[in-house]
């Protein structure tokens, strides 16, 4: 009786190490997609950083001097920025935690997948998200972005808790965030503006084509400058 129990009690260790390794190793495992778009160091890298800067900048400038806007950001063009370390430097210093590092996206005909490495060799993971995202048809500066699966490895994972601390992030940028589920999946709609009685912009279309996220709009007229009697112009 005893013996039996200890060759039982030592085979459930032995499963459960097996599954715990198992387990392990399939955490530490990176999507293929994460290897798949990785960007060796080299003029080239810096060459599609420097395409990603240089249309944001531009976005930046025409969304405050020009009536209509476009802009799109390739697959490369977006992952040379990323990897070279530009998160951390450069306009959005502060969104990546401390503990993640190497950001790196792929482009599908009609989601994306975005990875980030948490963690140091040899005990590091890839966290990785895949969703979809349109531009609402019946309410102005209005995205839907619909999360189909996060890993982490290998490991499918329940991602609800992560994704509303990036919700709470977003409204304390002034994006409304409401939650619901479409097809299944936890879906967000981020209202952008939604505090502005008269928004500054409006996003006309935003996908993915070729390839490329792009992004159309048009800049909000400015207000007319109230006019004295007379007509003369009150100025500040």
């Known amino acids: 009786m005893q013996r039996n129990f200890i060759l039982a009690a030592l085979l459930i260790i032995?499963?459960?190490?097996?599954?715990?390794?198992?387990?392990?190793?399939?955490?530490?495992?990176?999507p293929g997609f994460y290897d798949r778009v990785y960007f060796p160091e080299g003029p080239q890298r810096v060459e599609k950083s420097q395409e990603f800067t240089t249309e944001l900048v531009e976005l930046i400038?025409?969304?405050?001097?020009?009536?209509?806007?476009?802009?799109h950001f390739s697959?490369?063009?977006?992952?040379?920025?990323?990897?070279?370390?530009?998160?951390?430097?450069?306009?959005?210093g502060d969104l990546l935690p401390e503990a993640a590092d190497d950001p790196r996206v792929e482009i599908l005909a009609d989601r994306i997948?975005?990875?980030v490495r948490y963690g140091k060799v040899p005990w590091s993971t890839v966290?990785?998200?895949?969703?979809?995202?349109?531009?609402?048809?019946?309410e102005p500066n209005t995205v839907v972005v619909q999360f189909l699966g996060m890993r982490v490895g290998s490991l499918p994972i329940h991602a609800q808790h992560l994704l509303e601390q990036v919700a709470d992030s977003l409204?304390?940028?002034?994006?409304?965030?409401?939650?619901?589920?479409?097809q299944g999946y936890p879906t967000a709609v981020l209202r952008f503006g939604?505090?502005?009685?008269?928004?500054?912009?409006?996003?006309?279309?935003?996908g993915i084509q070729d390839g490329k996220i792009h992004v159309r709009g048009k800049s909000a007229d400015p207000e007319p400058v109230p006019l004295l009697e007379g007509g003369a112009e009150i100025r500040p």
């Open 113 to 115: 997948k975005v990875g």
């Open 61 to 71: 400038a025409n969304l405050a001097s020009e009536k209509e806007w476009y802009a």
């Open 194 to 206: 939604a505090d502005q009685a008269r928004p500054d912009y409006q996003i006309v279309d935003l």
């Open 171 to 182: 409204r304390q940028s002034g994006v409304e965030v409401t939650w619901f589920r479409y």
């Open 127 to 138: 966290v990785s998200l895949e969703s979809r995202f349109w531009l609402a048809h019946d």
């Open 14 to 30: 032995l499963l459960t190490g097996g599954v715990m390794g198992g387990l392990g190793s399939l955490a530490r495992r990176a």
């Open 75 to 92: 697959q490369d063009a977006i992952n040379g920025y990323l990897q070279e370390g530009k998160l951390r430097t450069g306009l959005q």
